[in-house]
């Protein structure tokens, strides 16, 4: 990985027996540069879904793990944070060896100019209607979930995770971090506003793991 590189910072919280794994800085500026182009210039042009299969907002890839697993830059990118999944699973007294990335796809916030079979309307219809606990959701069957923030105009756009009926945990997204849950839990991400995402969009990698063996 190349370009200046920042001090790493990884911190644990644990809140109803539940662990937030985060950790800053996760590679060099230039390197995130370099993650941004392509994702901007290739996976959000060749691999996005329509609207009428991910509600927007926001914009999504496919399922594109197998894809990146192949790219070089990306492989990289997958085998930093293979580190930081093991080091989640030494604190969750899971065996890191029998834990599989299953699935990764990216999220976009930046703007509603857009090619699609739909209308500038629709898009901007949906984002008014859209709201944080209305779109909380949960990934069933994989038991470990990492969000990297890749482009994000303020760290108060982050993540935020249902505990229970009255209580939530609300991860910041500074760029170029990230946080590792158990995505199991209901949880949404927190959007800027389009005024915001013209110049600095709010882009997410997300990957799911299934640990195997007696987690599974």
Same mark, same amino acid.
């Given at each position: 990985?190349?370009?200046?590189?920042?001090?790493?910072?990884?911190?644990?919280?644990?809140?109803?027996?539940?662990?937030?794994?985060?950790? @800053?800085?996760?590679?060099?500026?230039? /390197?995130?540069? %370099?993650?941004? !182009?392509?994702?901007?210039?290739?996976? &959000?042009?060749?691999?996005?879904?329509?609207?009428?299969?991910?509600?927007?907002?926001?914009?999504?890839?496919?399922?594109?793990?197998?894809?990146?697993?192949?790219?070089?830059?990306?492989?990289?990118?997958?085998?930093?944070?293979?580190?930081?999944?093991?080091?989640?699973?030494?604190?969750?007294?899971?065996?890191?060896?029998?834990?599989?990335?299953?699935?990764?796809?990216? @999220?976009?916030?930046?703007?509603?100019? /857009?090619?699609? %079979?739909?209308? !500038?309307?629709?898009?901007?219809?949906? &984002?008014?209607?859209?709201?944080?606990?209305?779109?909380?959701?949960?990934?069933?069957?994989?038991?470990?979930?990492?969000?990297?923030?890749?482009?994000?105009?303020?760290?108060?756009?982050?993540?935020?995770?249902?505990?229970?009926?009255?209580?939530?945990?609300?991860?910041?997204?500074?760029?170029?971090?990230?946080?590792?849950?158990?995505?199991?839990?209901?949880?949404?991400?927190?959007?800027?506003?389009?005024?915001?995402?013209?110049?600095?969009?709010?882009?997410?990698?997300?990957?799911?793991?299934?640990?195997?063996?007696?987690?599974?």
């Amino acid at each position: 990985m190349h370009g200046y590189v920042m001090e790493k910072k990884i911190t644990v919280k644990k809140y109803n027996d539940h662990y937030f794994y985060k950790a @800053t800085n996760v590679v060099s500026e230039g /390197f995130r540069l %370099d993650l941004l !182009k392509s994702a901007q210039e290739y996976w &959000f042009v060749n691999k996005k879904k329509s609207i009428y299969e991910e509600v927007f907002p926001p914009e999504a890839t496919e399922e594109i793990l197998g894809y990146l697993l192949n790219d070089p830059l990306w492989q990289l990118f997958y085998k930093e944070i293979r580190i930081h999944i093991m080091k989640y699973c030494q604190i969750m007294n899971i065996d890191s060896n029998k834990v599989k990335m299953h699935s990764s796809w990216m @999220t976009r916030i930046q703007d509603i100019n /857009f090619e699609g %079979d739909h209308t !500038k309307q629709q898009l901007l219809t949906a &984002f008014k209607r859209h709201s944080t606990f209305g779109n909380m959701h949960s990934h069933k069957v994989n038991h470990i979930g990492m969000v990297y923030y890749l482009s994000n105009p303020n760290p108060k756009y982050g993540t935020v995770t249902k505990l229970g009926d009255s209580k939530v945990f609300n991860n910041n997204g500074e760029e170029n971090s990230i946080m590792i849950f158990d995505p199991r839990l209901e949880h949404s991400a927190l959007y800027p506003t389009l005024e915001e995402t013209k110049n600095h969009p709010r882009i997410t990698v997300v990957l799911d793991c299934i640990p195997l063996g007696k987690h599974s």
